[in-house]
């Protein structure tokens, strides 16, 4: 039976996924796309910095959908050393995502969006399954 609390979290974990990848992306939405590189600065020096742009917002993402789980399990006790190796594992796969629709152009933001919300539901479910049950 899952709790409350446990459903506030992902009810939480849902809510930072909304304010993170709609309202506090900013400049990031551009500049994680090659072509805005390519037309603002061509220069053959800043070819891969959009890389970076997505980097950034992948970590912002990852942090962000975890941080509910992570202020329950400090106020619970539960140790999440471990569980923390899902930030990086959210973040590369997140910025994957988000080149396959920015850059690649093979989904679109349907897609996109649905592969996020099962990242956050299985992380969700990892955190469920070996901390709370």
């Known amino acids: 039976m899952i ?3 446990s459903f506030l979290i992902l009810v ?29 600065a061509p220069d053959p020096l800043y070819r891969h910095d959009y ?14 959908i975890s941080a509910p789980i992570i202020i329950y399990s400090l106020y619970a006790g539960i140790n999440l050393d471990w569980f923390l190796l899902i930030i990086p594992v959210n973040m590369a796969i997140h910025a994957v995502v988000d080149d396959l629709k920015a850059n690649r152009h093979k989904i679109n933001l349907i ?10 539901l299985l992380t969700w479910l990892l955190f469920i399954l070996i901390f709370v049950m």
Not at 14 to 40: I, T
Not at 51 to 64: D, E, G, V
């Open 51 to 64: 890389k970076m742009a997505l980097s950034c917002h992948a970590m912002s993402w990852s942090i962000m």
């Open 111 to 120: 897609a996109d969006q649905s592969i996020h919300f099962s990242q956050i």
């Open 3 to 5: 709790s409350w609390i």
């Open 12 to 40: 939480a974990m849902f809510f930072a996924h909304l304010v993170d990848d709609y309202y506090l992306q900013g400049w990031l939405a551009s500049g994680k796309q090659k072509s805005w590189w390519e037309k603002n």
